[in-house]
């Protein structure tokens, strides 16, 4: 049976404790991780966030791990690609998020993504002949993947596989967006990103002491979960997490989709430390616009054009930066000359909502048609 350790800790001054419990229950840190390996640990470094904001993994989680690496024998490296825009200023990002100061007080090297280079690799998806993937994730021997627990607006749910898409270097990732513009083509491809991965992976921690609700994955409202979880079998965890969190109830998760997993696969987990029942996970929100995901087929078929969201600019909060023109993959934002702020063309926008995962300002929000106003109510 896979296992899965679930923890309550409160806050982050536990959190090294709190690692080393998750990883001691599933048999220790020498069970994942030989003396001399080199090991990357991937947080979730989206954006350049204040750890508060419940954006980005904590630094207190990454010290954590970061010491049980060490105290393996192994050497750990730390690393990330941020969303497009913001891998142009990656020392900024690292600044503001606190992993700057946690690598060079664990003596830790830190790793650009981009700076390292790149090489193409086959990963057998259909619509991207090639992903470019980070030298730093390929010549390592294990990757141990830290993500936040957090909502995605064209995802549903963002955990342990979807923060394997930071794998791929700066703005390739918006590319990729055009490439596989449909939700399910998406989920293919961090399906299969995660396939190729997986033989890397020694375990993923996911950070849900502070988590973000709704309209994530920086948009979101931020809940206080008391949660650390971990387990060998990404797939595994996310399906577990979805599920408690009410996922399979009320929303549709399509990478879960692809590997096919049921409510069946989730009877063979085995569940070490604290019970889900000891967590507040009612009425846990998931992103308006994944709300169409449950509309039934028949009828997106024959109303399909009429149910639609696509994203708007906020005019009151938007200071026309222009990060969300830099994050479109169709170059469907623009600033007329004398216009103070852009506007979305909606002929070719393809709804992927990089707009608003990236937006720094939280500026960009949803314009909904008439039927989905109603269904939403």
Known sequence: MTKISLLKRADYNMAENAVKEAVDLLGGISSFVKPGEKILIKPN???????????????EIVRGI??????AGAVAVVGDSPGGVYSEDINNLWEVTGIADVCKEENAELVSFEAAGSREIDINDANIKKALFSKIVLDCDGIINLPKLKTHTLMTF????KNFYGVIPGLRKVEYHKLASKNEDFARLLANIYLFLKNKIRFTLIDGILAMEGNG???????????????????????????????NKTAKNHVLEVFGITSEDLKHLTIIGDLPGNF?????????????????????????????????INAAKCIGCMSCAKSCPVQAIEKKDKEKRPSVI????????????????????????????????
């Open 158 to 161: 963002t955990a342990g596989i």
């Open 66 to 71: 970061i010491r049980l690496v060490k105290s």
């Open 280 to 312: 507040n996970l009612d009425n846990f929100t998931f992103p308006q616009a994944r709300k169409l995901d449950i509309v039934p087929k028949p009828i997106v078929k024959i109303l399909g054009k009429f149910l639609w969201v696509k994203p708007i």
């Open 346 to 377: 909606y002929e070719k926008c393809i709804t992927c909502f990089c707009c608003h995962e990236l937006c720094p300002y939280k500026a960009i929000d949803f314009k909904k048609s008439m039927l989905v106003k109603l269904f939403m109510q």
């Open 45 to 59: 470094l989206l954006s350049p966030k204040t750890p508060d904001k419940a954006v980005t993994t904590h630094p």
């Open 217 to 247: 994955p920086s948009s979101g409202k931020i809940r206080k979960m008391d949660m650390v979880a971990a387990c060998a079998d990404t797939l595994m965890l996310d399906a577990f997490l979805f599920d408690i969190l009410g996922g």
